[in-house]
């Protein structure tokens, strides 16, 4: 059966895999000490220009991993982390922040996006309740980019949300997990180098993205934790054999594979878009990026199960649910005219 599910259905790209069964006799050293990942963090800090200066490159394996070592390792134990009530680490991935210890504080989203006047309003009435001693402290803010709903932070909106960081002496962490498909997208107005520019740290993610798994996290302002591969070892995820990651996100960053295969979800999406407003489908949401919400009936949604997977995300009312089907680097024109061929 056709697939809309997930960005990650498919397993990797074929250069990747091609580049690890090439090198796969070769001897090299464990844990991301290889001659590979050494030379992809070069390969990314290249791609970041003048941002990598002061830029610390480091891999690990997937997204949840990601948020729960980067979180937990650069919060204080009494500090929680503000996300938008909609955000990845709050809604899917089964408390895996708090089970670090650290609580996530949500706050109200518009169009699954934190505002900045919002963070500033937490954070002020925070430190101004006489008994903040004794509650948890806003130690960071997490934003997705793009968001749950495929919508992007303009550049102004991260400029602001980074101000109200630097007010208030906590990190921007921008999770990247579908970088690629946000930079390549029309509605941008950001880069990857502003992207390090306005975040304390941020992630490349490789999982949707072509790899078979992998993300790149980036500490921005030489403020990677001390000891990190420590703590990275202490969280279980330490891999002996890092070169599986370096490797592909060396061949990622040849080329300009990422942005290639990014920018080709990208247009799938808006081909899959169109065709869905062509047939009076009504948008959730008008997402920029791969994902693309719809409001179908519920009799529509379970006969239309029946021919292609795609997510039934959430209730809209008693006759209709919110559903999202999901381009990404490998799907095709052919799985498209299919699929708007049976809705």
């Given at each position: 059966?056709?697939?809309?599910?997930?960005?990650?259905?498919?397993?990797?790209?074929?250069?990747?895999?091609?580049?690890?069964?090439?090198t796969?006799?070769?001897?090299e050293?464990g844990?991301?000490?290889?001659s590979?990942?050494l030379?992809?963090?070069?390969?990314?800090?290249?791609?970041?220009?003048?941002?990598?200066?002061?830029?610390?490159?480091?891999?690990?394996q997937g997204?949840t991993?990601?948020?729960?070592?980067?979180?937990?390792?650069?919060?204080?134990?009494?500090?929680g982390?503000?996300?938008?009530?909609?955000g990845?680490i709050?809604?899917?991935?089964?408390?895996?922040?708090?089970?670090?210890?650290?609580?996530?504080?949500t706050?109200?989203?518009?169009?699954?996006k934190?505002?900045?006047e919002?963070?500033?309003r937490?954070i002020?009435?925070?430190?101004?309740?006489?008994?903040?001693?004794?509650?948890?402290?806003?130690?960071m803010?997490?934003?997705?980019?793009?968001?749950e709903?495929?919508?992007?932070y303009?550049?102004q909106e991260?400029?602001?949300l980074?101000?109200?960081?630097?007010?208030?002496k906590?990190p921007?962490?921008?999770?990247g997990?579908?970088?690629g498909?946000?930079?390549?997208s029309?509605?941008?107005?950001?880069?990857?180098?502003?992207?390090?520019?306005?975040?304390?740290v941020?992630?490349?993610?490789?999982?949707?993205?072509?790899?078979?798994c992998?993300?790149?996290?980036?500490?921005?302002?030489?403020?990677?934790?001390?000891h990190?591969?420590?703590?990275?070892?202490?969280h279980?995820a330490?891999?002996?054999?890092?070169r599986?990651?370096?490797?592909q996100?060396?061949?990622?960053?040849?080329?300009?594979?990422?942005?290639?295969i990014?920018?080709?979800?990208?247009?799938?999406?808006h081909?899959l878009?169109?065709?869905?407003?062509?047939?009076?489908y009504?948008?959730?949401?008008d997402?920029?990026?791969?994902?693309?919400f719809?409001?179908?009936e519920?009799?529509k949604?379970?006969?239309?199960s029946?021919?292609?997977k795609?997510?039934?995300?959430?209730?809209?009312?008693d006759?209709?649910?919110?559903?999202?089907?999901?381009?990404?680097?490998?799907?095709?024109?052919?799985?498209?005219?299919?699929?708007?061929?049976v809705?």
């Open positions: 059966m056709i697939s809309f599910e997930n960005d990650y259905s498919e397993g990797a790209h074929p250069n990747l895999l091609k580049k690890l069964v090439d796969n006799m070769t001897q050293s844990y991301g000490l290889d590979f990942s030379k992809a963090v070069e390969k990314i800090k290249a791609t970041l220009g003048l941002a990598a200066k002061s830029s610390s490159v480091r891999f690990l997204g991993q990601t948020n729960q070592i980067i979180i937990d390792s650069m919060l204080q134990s009494y500090e982390v503000i996300a938008a009530d909609t990845h709050n809604v899917h991935e089964a408390g895996a922040i708090e089970f670090t210890g650290h609580k996530v504080l706050l109200l989203s518009r169009e699954g934190l505002h900045s919002d963070v500033s937490y002020d009435t925070f430190h101004n309740d006489s008994n903040f001693e004794h509650m948890v402290f806003p130690g803010v997490y934003i997705s980019w793009p968001t709903y495929g919508t992007l303009s550049k991260l400029i602001d980074r101000k109200v960081c630097i007010q208030n906590i921007l962490f921008i999770d997990a579908r970088l498909y946000g930079l390549m029309e509605k941008c107005d950001l880069t990857i180098e502003d992207i390090a520019e306005l975040s304390d941020f992630y490349i993610g490789g999982t949707k993205i072509g790899a078979l992998g993300e790149a996290v980036v500490f921005t302002k030489n403020n990677e934790p001390d990190f591969t420590t703590v990275v070892k202490q279980g330490l891999m002996a054999k890092g599986l990651i370096g490797i996100f060396l061949e990622l960053f040849t080329d300009n594979l990422y942005f290639e990014s920018k080709h979800a990208i247009n799938m999406a081909k878009k169109q065709g869905f407003q062509e047939k009076n009504k948008l959730y949401m997402s920029p990026t791969n994902q693309q719809f409001i179908l519920n009799k949604i379970d006969e239309l029946k021919k292609v795609f997510a039934r995300w959430e209730k809209y009312d006759n209709h649910s919110v559903v999202r089907f999901v381009t990404n680097w490998a799907s095709t024109r052919e799985n498209i005219e299919y699929l708007l061929s809705i």
